[in-house]
């Protein structure tokens, strides 16, 4: 009985074989395990790019975070000069007011000096004039002075 079963399944096969079906069925077959093959591969290679992707994301991320310290610092410096704006316009103008009072003092000093200068030049050509009054008088004078004379010899 087995030889029979045997021989039917050998009938069987080549009358598959002879009509293409078993051809059919080898090439669904082999086309099966290329495309599992080529899904298996894909799956590799995504779980290859996995870490890529999570560390672009991660660097997308910190740059995100960067981007919005950034922005938060300058709103902040913003805030902090418009805050401290009147202290400066105060600061500046006590500045201006105290240089200018320095400028006036220097000033006052600059006069002081000319007019303490001029009372010098003025005393001096005074004591000048005085003196050549003096030896004018001297010179006018028709009594001989013996008391500045030599003495005979």
């Not at 039917?8 to 598959?16: H, M, Q, S, T, V």
């Not at 799956?43 to 994301?57: D, G, H, N």
């Not at 202290?87 to 240089?99: F, G, P, S, V, Y």
């Not at 004039?129 to 004018?136: C, F, G, L, N, R």
């Amino acid at each position: 009985m087995n030889k029979i079963l045997d021989f039917g399944r050998k009938a069987l096969f080549y009358a598959r074989v002879l009509s293409g079906y078993e051809e059919r069925r080898i090439r669904s077959y082999r086309l099966m395990c290329e495309q599992r093959l080529k899904q298996a591969e894909e799956q590799r290679l995504a779980i290859k790019k996995l870490p890529e992707q999570t560390i672009l994301s991660e660097v997308r991320r910190m740059v995100e975070e960067m981007q919005n310290l950034n922005k938060q610092l300058e709103e902040t410096e913003a805030a902090i000069e418009e805050y401290f704006k009147p202290l400066d316009q105060e600061a500046q103008r006590l500045m201006k007011t105290q240089l200018e009072g320095e400028e006036r003092t220097m000033k006052q000093m600059m006069k002081t000096m000319h007019d303490q200068a001029m009372l010098d030049i003025a005393d001096e050509e005074r004591k000048v004039k005085a003196q050549i009054v003096d030896t004018d008088q001297k010179n006018k004078d028709p009594r001989p002075n013996t008391q500045h004379l030599p003495p005979p010899t």
